[in-house]
């Protein structure tokens, strides 16, 4: 059973930086997967960004830039460097598993079967 717990968000202002975490369990980081989303209020889940088994990576346009996916195989956890913080990053911010997600389906959520309880980020202007 692969849990994953998310960590590190918080209220910051416009322009400042956060970093989260994502501590899985049960399966080793490098054997999945991840990825990260999030849901601001009224409006649906968003792809951020996503590290793949072979360490490649991909943004979310809006994001590409200002954020940062890596992973740490040791402390198997996977971490979102967020920099230069918008308004409009505000949201739960959710890590998220799978063991196979084809490269096209990379940023849809209905294709991730493990989700992290989310982490609150608010970013005030």
């Known amino acids: 059973q692969v849990m994953l717990v998310e960590s590190g968000g918080g209220l910051v202002q416009a322009g400042g930086s956060l970093r989260l975490s994502c501590v899985v369990s049960?399966?080793?980081?490098?054997?999945?997967?991840m990825a990260w989303f999030r849901q601001a209020p009224w409006k649906e889940r968003e792809f951020v960004a996503a590290?793949?088994?072979?360490?490649?990576?991909y943004y979310a346009d809006s994001m590409r830039g200002r954020f940062s996916i890596s992973r740490d195989s040791a402390k198997n956890t996977i971490y979102l460097q967020m920099n230069s913080l918008k308004p409009e990053d505000t949201g739960v911010y959710y890590c998220?598993?799978?063991?196979?997600?084809?490269?096209?389906?990379?940023?849809?959520?209905?294709?991730?079967?493990?989700w992290g309880q989310g982490t609150q980020v608010t970013v005030s202007s």
């Open positions: 049960g399966r080793a980081s490098s054997n999945l997967e």
């Open positions: 998220v598993a799978d063991s196979i997600i084809s490269i096209a389906n990379t940023k849809d959520p209905d294709h991730y079967d493990h």
């Open positions: 590290i793949r088994r072979s360490d490649s990576t």
